[in-house]
């Protein structure tokens, strides 16, 4: 009887090894090519679904640790798909540079490095992330004075719309509480538009910001992520 339990017993740890084998792969990184100073296109595989992950760029050999926010990604229904980052005018020059995703939910984090040189490093097909359709509304930043204001431009304004600007810390973006509503304005002749905002008192020491242009017509919404430093 004994020797029955203990075969038992071992069919059922090998059942569970076959289980644990079997599970899907864990989350990856493959770098796809580079435009030199410019962009790095990343294959990012089997990454989890419905979460927000910030990405940073660093120096080589640091893992991205302190780098240079470049994007917020959200997976939404996760799995492997490629996204093209912008490199960071403070790593322009630099022969390799690290990469680094951080996820705001499960705090988890994977990272890589690339050569600064334009050129493929493997080749791949699948769905592109943040390749945005030409004229997609955008916002960038212009001006930063830590802590105190910042200016921003947007682009491919739909003419006569109404919109408002919001702000939140960085890692507060992903949740619907904590927006500042900070300015309100309409593109009368649509395009471009030169904005000032001012940063509330509560945000004045947040590490950075997310900033959301809101389409107050259609209820749709951009954001773009700054860190609180001094800029330019």
Known sequence: MKKIITVLMTIAMLLSMISIASAKPLSDTSIISVVKDQSVTVRLENFPDDETFFVYMG????????????????????????AKFLIPEELKGEEVISIRFESQDSRVTWFNFFFNQ??????????????????????????????????????????????????????GARINKGWIEVKGFESSEGGVYNIDIPIPSSLQYAVNYAVKLYSVDDSQYWYNLFDNQNYP
């Open 59 to 82: 120096l080589r050999n640091t893992q991205g640790v302190n780098g240079t926010l470049v994007s917020k990604l959200e997976t939404n229904a996760g799995g492997t798909l490629l």
């Open 118 to 171: 334009t050129g493929s490093q493997s080749s791949s097909s699948g769905p592109t992330y943040n390749n945005l359709d030409p004229g997609v509304p955008t916002i960038n930043l212009v001006k930063m004075v830590k802590g105190q204001y910042m200016e921003v431009q947007t682009k491919y304004l739909t003419e006569n719309k109404r919109w408002a600007i919001f702000i939140n810390s960085g890692h």
